[in-house]
């Protein structure tokens, strides 16, 4: 297990709601409302519809969770800075640069995290499809 903000994680790549509600100690329907609240929270759903949250989701909820509990940012203040935070997040200093000719410039990329996070979203596919097949 990892702790992320004094919040242990198992090492999984999804988490359903029960268990995102302990790990944050909210019930599962603060959970489901923050959902409608919230744009950047799109857990994917199984056939059944059951929730399936990635770890970046639980992040973001536990910042979200903090902002309102810990904070005490309104609903509305909240969603203010979550979406100041993911502009600022797009906007970050822009990636170096490394030269392949005289001409051409192209940015360095953490290839990574990039291929972690198409990791992550193909094993979330594979899930999808699994179930729906089954």
Not at 36 to 41: G, H
Not at 94 to 104: A, K, T
């Amino acid at each position: 297990m990892e702790k992320v903000d004094q919040v242990e994680f198992p090492n999984k790549l999804y988490y359903r709601i029960g268990e995102v509600a302990k790990l944050l100690g909210v019930k599962p329907y603060v959970l489901r409302y923050w959902e409608t609240e919230f744009s950047v929270l799109k857990p994917g759903k199984t056939p059944s519809r059951h929730r399936l949250y990635r770890r970046r989701d639980v992040e973001t909820l536990l910042e979200i969770k903090r902002l309102l509990y810990e904070e005490g940012f309104t609903i509305a203040g909240a969603k203010k800075r979550i979406k100041e935070v993911e502009r600022s997040e797009e906007t970050a200093l822009p990636l170096p640069l490394q030269e392949i000719s005289d001409e051409v410039l192209l940015p360095v990329v953490d290839h990574r995290a990039l291929l972690h996070d198409i990791r992550e979203e193909v094993l979330f596919l594979h899930a999808k499809l699994s179930e729906k097949i089954h």
